[in-house]
């Protein structure tokens, strides 16, 4: 691959994804991911979404071409170990920002983590949940009762957002999703679609009888009082698919699918 950007090769730990990573290794030069330009990922979307989140914690962000070794696969590209240099050499390349939840218990402690796909607050007992909801230091919501609200991005509109019936978001649309998760009161609030510049704060209301967790696409925060959920513009990763992938089709063609 002389010439070529230096890559380097993530693997989920399944059958099929380290078979087919053997194939590439025969096929192609790999360089550790200190040493890398790209990254290849080979898994479903959960790990994209891991390898994503490793991206934000080095100071350097790598593009991402992922190939399809998983489940659905809606963010990966279609698995084959042919031609991988042109593939990446014909790659288009689509930016994301993630959010920021920057959370505060109910002893006080702050906590702050990004998320990719959607941050989403759960009640941790039997008992709904009461939350208040501020946009950009306004009240909207005086108090919603319901197991609990999300804040989705375009890309993590397709995900939990999705099943809890929220709007599907194209990826160029500046953006975000604000979903009610079973809501009992209001119950006729299914929820809103906000500008990405907007800061929205979620204000738990009786955190000690009704406990709330908050949480960052996988990483969870137990009982807390407030959490603020907004866009981190001082962060961007990068995304690389074929180019007859057609993301913004699929999440288009989603939208009528039943």
Do not use: C
């Not at 080979?42 to 994209?48: H, I, M, T, Y």
């Not at 399809?68 to 279609?78: A, I, K, Q, R, S």
């Amino acid at each position: 691959m002389s010439g070529e950007p230096r890559l380097a090769l993530a693997v989920s730990p399944t059958p099929a994804a380290l078979a087919a990573a053997e194939e590439l290794k025969r096929r192609y030069e790999w360089v550790p991911i200190a040493q890398a330009e790209m990254v290849v990922a080979l898994g479903g979307d959960g790990f994209l979404l891991q390898s994503l989140h490793q991206m934000l914690d080095r100071r350097r962000s790598l593009p991402i071409f992922g190939m399809n070794l998983g489940t659905v696969g809606f963010l990966m590209n279609e698995f084959s170990a042919d031609l991988l240099e042109d593939r990446l050499g014909r790659a288009k390349t689509v930016k994301v920002q993630p959010l920021r939840m920057d959370a505060v218990t109910v002893d006080g402690t702050k906590i702050s983590i990004p998320a990719i796909n959607e941050v989403s607050l759960l009640r941790e007992t039997r008992q709904t949940a009461w939350i208040e909801i501020s946009i950009d230091g306004r009240v909207v919501l005086p108090e919603l009762v319901a197991d609990g609200v999300l804040v989705a991005t375009p890309v993590g509109s397709t995900a939990y957002n999705l099943s809890a019936q929220g709007p599907i978001l194209p990826l160029d649309s500046s953006l975000i999703a604000l979903t009610p998760i079973s809501a009992f009161r209001p119950r006729r609030w299914r929820g809103a679609i906000l500008p990405d510049r907007t800061r929205v704060t979620f204000r738990v209301l009786d955190p000690v009888k009704r406990p709330v967790s908050a949480v960052a696409d996988q990483r969870e925060v137990r009982d807390v009082a407030q959490i603020d959920v907004s866009i981190d513009r001082t962060t961007q990763l990068t995304l690389m698919f074929d180019p007859e992938h057609a993301l913004d089709d699929r999440i288009a063609r989603e939208q009528f699918a039943f």
